[in-house]
């Protein structure tokens, strides 16, 4: 379940016991001009290479060129509550505190054919997700570490239409690896059970942006859900039991398709304002459900997530040819219903980006450098799970999470 976990991980979104970018887990950390501006008008605004991860159709503003990026998240969290056993309190344990980094490298390069074709490639991490609590903390049981790493190997184009409209589309080689640890039972401290799971599918992207005059641009993009099956070991150790040993496990996850709304309007030579509108289906995920064929231990959770909408406004000044600045703010709601669907994995919630960014430019290289906190509001849990040996353990907790989260990106045109 390494790699189904590192898709939870995710879910956080990035963030550890919290997400790392989005709600959910949902990840958009791979272009350091998009975070300066909480990703608003994120695939038209035409600064950078990342267009074919979010609106292919927007390739077509840059020409031939590349750019690498590396984004470094951190996830504090602060959780407070109580583990009961049958519905008895288990003796006191320490808090759960999260604290970490993750880094999120990522790749873009294209080649512009002429006036209205061009085609590239990308490497980016679209979902991913990461809480890793102190090992002693009172939710043990309910999770240690979890972590889901997506990577996306794109390759796509975009032709245009008309001096209005260009189309764009891309195929996806999707990789997910997960990692959930937890112990396998709430009075066996030293126990452990781990799921470590990976596996391939594929994704597409699909998108059209309008541009009814110069320098005003619309664009509308459709992302698939993906559906695939990983596998991998399951691992059982110190329960003192025949079930003690390593087996096969197996999950299946179907990542969420999203439709993306963004538009770019350049005031004057001076400012750029910029838009963005993000459905996400999350009710896809609706139980995680891990398996192990081989002693018939099955582990469900049910998420039960809701569909969301996220919204983001962004403005750039080209303060001069070689400098601009940019600032964003965005809503980021949690797709977790209630505090009956927010689990420890997974104690995402309702989010507020603020952001900065700055880009230098000189002659054919360009650096760019983003920054994000994010108020993320407190929430609660109450989950109730059953151990591998059979038993009902229930964690109530409280969460209060925040996050921080630089990009760096250095482009070359050609």
Do not use: C
């Not at 344990?93 to 790749?107: A, I």
């Amino acid at each position: 379940m390494k790699n189904y976990t590192k898709f939870l991980l995710l879910g956080l979104s990035l963030v550890a016991a919290n997400n790392a970018n989005a709600s959910g887990y949902q990840l958009n950390e791979y272009s350091a001009t998009g975070l300066g501006r909480a990703f608003a008008g994120i695939g038209v605004v035409g600064d950078d290479y990342s267009a074919i991860s979010f609106n292919p159709a927007g390739m077509i503003l840059k020409g031939t060129g590349g750019q690498l990026g590396l984004s470094t998240v951190q996830m504090h969290s602060f959780v407070d509550g109580t583990t009961y056993y049958n519905g008895t309190p288990v003796a006191d344990k320490p808090y759960g505190k999260m604290n970490f980094y993750k880094f999120l490298p990522s790749g873009f390069a294209q080649y512009k054919i002429n006036d209205k074709a061009v085609i590239g490639g990308g490497v980016y991490t679209p979902f991913g997700l990461a809480s890793i609590y102190n090992k002693e903390w009172f939710g043990a049981h309910h999770g240690i570490s979890t972590e889901l790493d997506v990577v996306d190997v794109a390759f796509g184009g975009a032709y245009k239409v008309t001096d209005q409209v260009t189309l764009g589309a891309s195929l996806i080689y999707r990789y997910v690896h997960g990692d959930i640890i937890n112990t396998a039972h709430p009075l066996m401290p030293n126990s452990r059970n781990e799921f470590d799971l990976d596996g391939w599918e594929f994704a597409y992207n699909f998108g059209i942006m309008y541009e009814p005059v110069k320098d005003t641009r619309f664009g509308v993009s459709y992302r698939l859900n993906t559906a695939q099956k990983v596998t991998g070991d399951h691992t059982i150790k110190r329960t003192g039991t025949a079930k003690d040993g390593t087996y096969p496990g197996v999950s299946k996850m179907t990542l969420p398709s999203q439709l993306l709304i963004s538009g770019y309007h350049k005031l004057n030579d001076k400012f750029g304002l910029s838009g963005a509108v993000r459905w996400t289906k999350w009710d896809i995920f609706d139980d995680f459900v891990m398996r192990s064929p081989t002693t018939g231990i099955t582990a469900a959770v049910p998420e039960k997530w809701k569909n969301t909408w996220t919204y983001s406004l962004g403005v750039d000044y080209y303060y001069s040819p070689e400098w601009t600045f940019r600032a964003g703010i965005s809503y980021d709601p949690t797709p977790i219903r209630d505090k009956f669907h927010r689990t420890a994995r997974i104690p995402d919630s309702n989010r507020l980006w603020t952001t900065l960014g700055v880009s230098y430019q000189a002659k054919n290289w360009q650096v760019d450098v983003g920054y994000a906190h994010l108020f993320m509001s407190k929430g609660r849990t109450d989950e109730t799970s059953y151990t591998p040996l059979g038993e009902v353990s229930n964690i109530k907790a409280r969460h209060d999470n925040y996050s921080n989260m630089v990009g760096v990106q250095f482009q070359y045109n050609f």
